[in-house]
C-alpha cells in the first residue's frame, strides 16, 4: 500500500502533467496527449480521483483527433492506437475500437504497404519495427489477416537489414538492432502470430552469422 508521501509525489507528478498537457501541440505515445492520457488513467486509478479520470479522457479525445500523417509508434498514429486498445482491454474506457480509430488503423497498413514494397533505408526500418507493437495488439483484438501479414513482412523486413548490415561490415549497428527486432518477435510469439516467420528469420540468421540473441528467440517462440 502506498504511503501519504508517496500519494502526494504521485498527485504533484500527475498536476504537472496536466499543466504541461494543453501547451503541446504533440499527439502521440511518447510525447504528447495519447501518452499524457494513459498515464492520467493510471493514476486516476490508483488515487480513485474523477478529476483526472476527466482530464485523462479529454487528453485522449484530443489525440485520437490528430490528423497527423505520421503513422510511428513514438509519436504517430500506431502509438495512438496502441494506447486507445490498452485502455480499452483495461476498462477504462467503454468503447469499440474500429469505430473510433476504423480510418486511421487503414491509414497505418497502408501507408505500411506501400512501405514494405520499396527498399527501406535503415533509419525508417528501425522506426518501423515499433510499430509490430501496436499490429500485435490490434491483431489480438480483431484476427484479421492483413494485420498478422504486415507484421510478419515487418519482422522478415527488418531483420534482412540486420543480415545486410552484417554481411557489410557494419556489425555494430546490427547488434545494437538486435535486442530491439528479438524483443519484438518474443512478443509476437506470446500470440503465437509470427512462429513459421521466426524460423524462416533464424535461417537467415544463421547463414554465416554467429550470435547468440536470434537462437534465445527461436527459443521463447518454440516454448511458446
Not at 9 to 18: E, G, H, M, P, T
Amino acid at each position: 500500500m502506498s504511503t501519504r508521501k508517496e500519494l502526494s509525489i504521485i498527485r504533484k507528478i500527475a498536476d504537472y502533467v496536466l499543466l504541461n498537457a494543453y501547451s503541446t501541440k504533440a499527439s502521440g505515445l511518447y510525447n504528447g496527449k495519447a501518452g499524457m492520457a494513459l498515464a492520467m488513467f493510471e493514476v486516476s486509478r490508483a488515487l480513485h480521483n474523477e478529476y483526472y479520470e476527466e482530464q485523462a479522457m479529454e487528453l485522449l479525445q484530443e489525440s485520437l483527433l490528430s490528423q497527423t500523417d505520421d503513422i510511428g509508434y513514438d509519436n504517430g498514429l500506431s502509438g495512438i492506437g496502441f494506447v486507445l486498445c490498452h485502455l480499452i482491454e483495461q476498462g477504462f474506457v467503454e468503447a469499440n475500437f474500429e469505430e473510433l480509430f476504423g480510418s486511421q488503423l487503414i491509414k497505418i497498413k497502408s501507408q505500411m504497404s506501400q512501405m514494405l514494397d520499396k527498399k527501406e533505408k535503415w533509419a525508417d526500418t528501425l522506426n518501423r519495427i515499433k510499430i509490430i507493437r501496436f499490429l500485435d495488439t490490434v491483431y489480438s483484438k480483431t484476427k484479421d489477416e492483413e494485420t498478422k501479414t504486415i507484421a510478419e513482412s515487418l519482422v522478415e523486413l527488418a531483420s534482412r537489414v540486420i543480415c545486410k548490415n552484417l554481411s557489410s561490415g557494419n556489425r555494430q549497428i546490427a547488434l545494437a538492432t538486435m535486442p530491439l527486432l528479438c524483443t519484438y518477435m518474443a512478443l509476437l510469439a506470446e500470440s503465437n502470430l509470427i512462429f513459421t516467420k521466426s524460423v524462416e528469420v533464424m535461417e537467415m540468421f544463421y547463414n554465416g552469422h554467429d550470435t547468440i540473441l536470434p537462437a534465445s528467440v527461436f527459443l521463447i517462440n518454440y516454448n511458446a
